[in-house]
């Protein structure tokens, strides 16, 4: 789950500790074309919050499809936004205009 995709977030050294390990699993879980915030996977964990999520996602993230995990606000991470839309127009993600529609696009958690 470690390492750097081209372009996408870096990743972290070592073995991610447990709680990384269920973050990131969550974000395995993600369809295509279907995002959750950050705040989403911490509430759905039960545990921590939107910046732990986020500092996950930062050191481990790479191997995980990390541009279907947002901002609240719909806007993907700074830096990634590029190769993030390159993405979600491949998955078929419903937008307005440079944010995900996360009215339309958000994941509860649930199979669809």
Do not use: H, N
């Not at 974000?27 to 705040?39: D, F, K, L, N």
């Not at 998955?91 to 958000?106: L, Q, S, V």
């Amino acid at each position: 789950m470690t390492g750097r995709p081209p372009g996408g977030p870096p990743g972290g050294r070592g073995e991610p500790p447990p709680y990384a390990e269920r973050v990131l699993g969550v974000v395995e879980r993600i369809p295509p074309g279907r995002v959750m915030s950050y705040g989403d996977v911490a509430e759905y964990l039960g545990e921590g919050g939107p910046r732990q999520v986020g500092r996950v996602m930062s050191q481990w993230g790479g191997g995980v499809p990390w541009w279907r995990v947002i901002r609240a606000d719909g806007s993907p991470a700074p830096g990634l936004e590029s190769e993030c839309f390159a993405r979600w127009r491949v998955e078929g993600t419903p937008m307005r205009g440079a944010r995900a529609d996360m009215r339309a696009a958000r994941w509860d958690g649930r199979t669809t």
